[in-house]
């Protein structure tokens, strides 16, 4: 598959309700990424694009570590769960998105995880505008990760975020083949109610 195909994939499979930009539907989470490597430029693109998330009071939360030289992503590949290693292993860039609990009066911030989360969607997004596919995934050991990378502990580990060029489908074992393709969500009046939960908005 040529990747301006690929680049179109989400909008040939999900189609939205209402008009938005195709940057939302193209945005997906595959499993297969092309051994090659991620050029430094677009790495600073992305997280670039991260840095500019809001915050609460812009505290700005979130910390990344990357892993991108062979010995980096084997240390990764210690603490994600095997599920995830089957597939991962190729993808040239992991890194792993850190929240600060505590604000900048060192007392709890409670909108830690919504703010790093807002980071990876941005994130997310421009990688989808430098030709890059993302996956983040919620199966790894923390605790491990803590370890390993020495992560002090005012931080919450949230998730690890593959980076790279989408593969083809063809180089996954063959149950993910099986599911390498863009989701699709639930209806908007599922999602969102007004006045009081369950209370349709129209």
């Known amino acids: 598959m040529k990747h301006s195909e690929k680049s179109t994939w989400g909008q040939l499979h999900r189609k939205s309700q209402h008009a938005i ?73 992991l890194a792993l998105l850190l929240s600060h609990k505590l604000s900048s009066r060192n007392e709890p911030l409670r909108s830690h995880s919504f703010d790093a989360g807002t980071s990876w969607g941005y994130l997310a997004l421009e990688c989808v505008r430098q030709g890059l596919v993302t996956h983040a995934m919620g199966g790894f050991y923390p605790d491990k990760a803590r370890e390993l990378l020495k992560i002090p502990d005012e931080y919450e580990i949230e998730v690890v975020i593959a980076i790279g060029y989408q593969g083809e489908k063809e180089a996954l074992s063959e149950a993910f083949q099986e599911r390498e393709m863009p989701n699709s969500r639930r209806k908007l009046d599922e999602t969102i109610f007004e006045g009081r939960f369950g209370d349709p908005f129209s």
């Open 21 to 93: 930009d195709p940057i939302y539907l193209n945005r997906w989470s595959p499993r297969s990424f092309a051994e090659k490597p991620v050029e430094p430029e677009k790495l600073y693109r992305i997280f670039e694009a991260a840095r500019w998330a809001p915050s609460g009071s812009n505290e700005q939360p979130w910390r990344y570590i990357l892993a991108r030289s062979p010995e980096d992503r084997a240390t990764f590949l210690e603490f994600i769960m095997s599920g995830n290693t089957a597939w991962c292993d190729k993808a040239p860039v």
